[in-house]
């Protein structure tokens, strides 16, 4: 019996090995469905508000473009203030939510482009951006 055991030794790490792996993988995924998990993106962001102080807090909006010819959409550039369009810059974001959604009102943009656009509420920091999902 000793000798099976210790024959399956090996097999019984690699499977609780597994089995921890699985449930982290579980837990990320619940967090990313509910906005709890943090993501880092370089995006286009269009900024009409040059006196924003860092600390402060605006409402913005992310224009998301098709992903392949999926129902899902993924952030491509943010304006903010909301409705507003300023200056472009090319920024590295830290975005709290998800940027890859499916369950957002697309418009027709062009003939082979469809966008869809979501709520955020972005903070400028000393180092860069954090957006949070408000929708």
């Known amino acids: 019996m ?5 024959l399956l030794k090996p097999f019984l790490m690699y499977g609780a090995v597994i089995i921890v792996a699985g449930i982290l993988y579980l837990g990320y995924a619940i967090c990313d469905e509910a ?29 998301m473009t098709q992903v392949g010819r999926t129902s899902e959409y993924r952030v ?39 966008m869809a656009f979501t709520d955020w509420r972005c903070s400028r920091g ?3 951006f954090t957006c949070y999902a408000v929708n």
């Open 2 to 6: 000793k000798a099976i055991l210790e």
């Open 35 to 63: 906005g709890l998990a943090v993501h880092h993106a370089t995006i286009e962001m269009s900024i009409a508000a040059p006196d924003w102080l860092s600390g402060e807090s605006r409402n913005c909006e992310a224009a």
């Open 76 to 114: 491509k550039s943010m304006i903010c203030p909301a409705g507003k369009l300023g200056d472009s810059h090319t920024l590295k974001v830290t975005f709290w939510g998800r940027i890859q959604r499916q369950n957002v009102h697309p418009i027709p943009y062009d003939t082979d482009v469809t």
């Open 126 to 128: 000393w180092d860069g």
